[in-house]
């Protein structure tokens, strides 16, 4: 039985219970994975700690009346550090706000929990960017795991494409649309909306901040770049690293213009090597029609693996989303599972 505490309880940690809750007979009967929930830590909205096991269904009822769970049963005073020490559970899903700028408060998270020999699982692009390379070796010298397979296309399975279906493999590249606020921007343009115009009917959909500045000047993408520089091309880099341009610069008239030229602008994020140099760039880029990527509208994610026995594969899947993400979750919470083993 596995005990599992879900640090962040925002639209991710509540998309993963969701699945959880909903899910429990077949987990145990497909793949064998049973488990509770012992704690929940989220400074905003409350946290909770029961190690017998927290009800979720009573968890997600009443997030879903009152937005928070300060009243719950389980209600703890103790904040996120000290249940993650504490040894509550022997699995921690990471799901707090990212920080690309220092990691935190995720870092410390993970770093706590791998240091107390707890297995990490999370979709926080923060602590990959900032200290993969630590992580990973205190994940090691610990015997535990840390997955973060949400990192870069939600739940749709690139790091996991990479790593086991593709087993085998020499991946010598990769690029692809994985930003959803910056692809849905040119969507609109490219139907004669400006850019922005595009980018406030964005911002009513919930695809992009208040602050865009982290989707439309390439930061995000550039992050998800260098986890793949580090994770499909074995290259740790920094994120200062990868030459960045934004789609800010780009006008109607762009868009106008690589139609005729048979080709759509896309923001596309790519990583390579260049006679033995690794490549890493973010930018706008005409993709030809008859690309995979170039049919890839909205706020839809693709992305398209340079191989040396299968030539290029190209996986498309959704980018965001509060199920889809805590899916991501699920996938590596199951990785643990089949690794350590529990019963």
Same mark, same amino acid.
């Given at each position: 039985?596995?005990?599992?505490?879900?640090?962040?309880?925002?639209?991710?940690?509540?998309?993963?219970?969701?699945?959880?809750?909903?899910?429990?007979?077949?987990?145990?009967?497909?793949?064998?994975?049973?488990?509770?929930?012992?704690?929940?830590?989220?400074?905003?909205?409350?946290?909770?700690?029961?190690?017998?096991?927290?009800?979720?269904?009573?968890?997600?009822?009443?997030?879903?009346?009152?937005?928070?769970?300060?009243?719950?049963?389980?209600?703890?005073?103790?904040?996120?550090?000290?249940?993650?020490?504490?040894?509550?559970?022997?699995?921690?899903?990471?799901?707090?706000?990212?920080?690309?700028?220092?990691?935190?408060?995720?870092?410390?998270?993970?770093?706590?929990?791998?240091?107390?020999?707890?297995?990490?699982?999370?979709?926080?692009?923060?602590?990959?960017?900032?200290?993969?390379?630590?992580?990973?070796?205190?994940?090691?010298?610990?015997?535990?795991?840390?997955?973060?397979?949400?990192?870069?296309?939600?739940?749709?399975?690139?790091?996991? *494409? @990479?790593?086991?279906?593709? #087993?085998?493999?020499? !991946? +010598?590249?990769?690029?692809?649309?994985?930003?959803?606020? $910056?692809?849905?921007?040119?969507?609109?343009?490219e139907e004669g909306m400006g850019y922005d115009e595009a980018l406030k009917k964005a911002q009513e959909l919930g695809y992009a901040e208040a602050d865009?500045?982290?989707?439309?000047?390439?930061?995000?993408?550039?992050?998800?770049?260098?986890?793949?520089?580090?994770?499909?091309?074995?290259?740790?880099?920094?994120?200062?690293?990868?030459?960045?341009?934004?789609?800010?610069?780009?006008?109607?008239?762009?868009?106008?213009?690589?139609?005729?030229?048979?080709?759509?602008?896309?923001?596309?994020?790519?990583?390579?090597?260049?006679?033995?140099?690794?490549?890493?760039?973010?930018?706008?880029?005409?993709?030809?029609?008859?690309?995979? *990527? @170039?049919?890839?509208?909205? #706020?839809?994610?693709? !992305? +398209?693996?340079?191989?040396?026995?299968?030539?290029?594969? $190209?996986?498309?899947?959704?980018?965001?989303?509060?199920?889809?993400?805590?899916?991501?979750?699920?996938?590596?919470?199951?990785?643990?599972?089949?690794?350590?083993?529990?019963?």
């Amino acid at each position: 039985m596995w005990k599992i505490g879900l640090t962040g309880f925002g639209n991710v940690g509540q998309g993963l219970a969701r699945i959880l809750e909903k899910k429990r007979g077949s987990l145990k009967e497909r793949y064998g994975f049973e488990y509770s929930v012992t704690f929940i830590a989220d400074p905003v909205k409350g946290s909770l700690l029961n190690t017998g096991g927290i009800d979720l269904r009573s968890v997600l009822e009443e997030i879903d009346r009152k937005g928070d769970l300060k009243g719950h049963p389980d209600a703890t005073t103790l904040d996120t550090l000290q249940l993650i020490s504490g040894k509550y559970a022997d699995v921690i899903t990471e799901a707090t706000y990212t920080d690309l700028k220092t990691g935190e408060p995720g870092v410390s998270h993970i770093r706590t929990a791998l240091k107390n020999g707890i297995n990490v699982v999370s979709t926080n692009k923060g602590p990959v960017s900032i200290a993969l390379p630590e992580l990973m070796e205190v994940a090691g010298r610990n015997g535990v795991s840390y997955f973060f397979e949400g990192v870069v296309m939600s739940g749709t399975p690139s790091i996991n *494409l @990479a790593r086991e279906a593709l #087993a085998g493999c020499d !991946i +010598t590249g990769a690029m692809g649309i994985v930003n959803g606020t $910056t692809n849905y921007i040119l969507t609109r343009m490219e139907e004669g909306m400006g850019y922005d115009e595009a980018l406030k009917k964005a911002q009513e959909l919930g695809y992009a901040e208040a602050d865009p500045t982290g989707d439309v000047e390439g930061w995000d993408a550039a992050v998800k770049v260098q986890v793949l520089a580090k994770v499909l091309m074995g290259e740790p880099i920094r994120v200062d690293d990868v030459d960045r341009t934004g789609i800010t610069g780009i006008t109607p008239e762009d868009i106008s213009a690589a139609s005729g030229r048979g080709a759509r602008i896309k923001l596309i994020a790519e990583v390579g090597r260049d006679n033995g140099k690794l490549v890493a760039k973010v930018a706008p880029k005409e993709v030809p029609l008859t690309h995979p *990527l @170039a049919g890839i509208m909205d #706020a839809t994610n693709a !992305i +398209t693996l340079v191989t040396d026995h299968l030539g290029e594969i $190209t996986i498309v899947g959704p980018g965001a989303g509060r199920v889809e993400t805590g899916q991501a979750l699920l996938t590596d919470l199951l990785a643990v599972h089949r690794i350590h083993g529990r019963s």
